[in-house]
């Protein structure tokens, strides 16, 4: 090397520490693009977490009030008692002679139909699937309206549609709006029983015509 004279060598010098502090400020300027451009982790408990509120996304999904093991026996009699009441209904339009008979079997349709759905409602807040078929002894029952018609049609109709099956359904609803504990079943129970009370009265008016 070349003899340096005093005022190169503070120049080479001033060179020196210059590289230097450049090498050493480039490994924190790269960390800290590097955690610019990192990408956020996802946090489960996060407000865009997904979840399956059906109401929407971000929204806490928050859980019914579950029926207890009398509700759910009270939800499945009353929903199978609707369903049977409907397809026995049914069969007047073809079997009936009286039109009266006709006239009950037409509003139970419509009365049982939308305390059904109105149930569904109820049972769909809390889980609870309704079933969808009747037991065996109501599909026995609505086999042996089916075999009938005319005057018998209509007679075993009233007694066992019209009478038997209402006094047993108000006696099943009055138990559950006493001990049930969950606001709405209550409320569809204490709607539901005055227009159950019309038709046995109307039934029962049949049988005295």
Known sequence: MKHLTLHGWAAYTAAFTVLAG????????????????????????APEA??????????????????????????????????FEVEASRLAASR???PRVKALAARLV???AEA?????RVALAHNYPLPDQ???????????????????????FRQRVGIDAHVA???????GSRSTRVPDLKAWIDATLPKMREHLKQARALTSA
Request: proline share 4%.
């Open 50 to 83: 997904r979840n399956d509120n059906p109401e929407g996304e971000g929204m806490a999904k928050s859980a019914p009030m579950a029926l207890g093991k009398a509700d759910r026996a009270f939800v499945t009699k009353a929903a199978t008692g609707g369903l």
């Open 116 to 120: 059904h759905d109105a149930l569904h």
């Open 22 to 45: 450049a090498l050493t400020l480039a490994p924190a300027a790269q960390a800290a693009d590097d955690l610019h451009d990192a990408k956020p982790s996802r946090n489960i408990t």
């Open 134 to 156: 009747l037991s065996e002894d109501q599909r026995a029952l609505v086999a042996q309206l089916a075999g009938l018609q005319g005057k018998a049609f209509d007679s075993a």
């Open 96 to 98: 009936a002679a009286d």
């Open 169 to 175: 359904s108000i006696k099943l609803f009055e138990r």
């Open 110 to 112: 419509r009365d049982h």
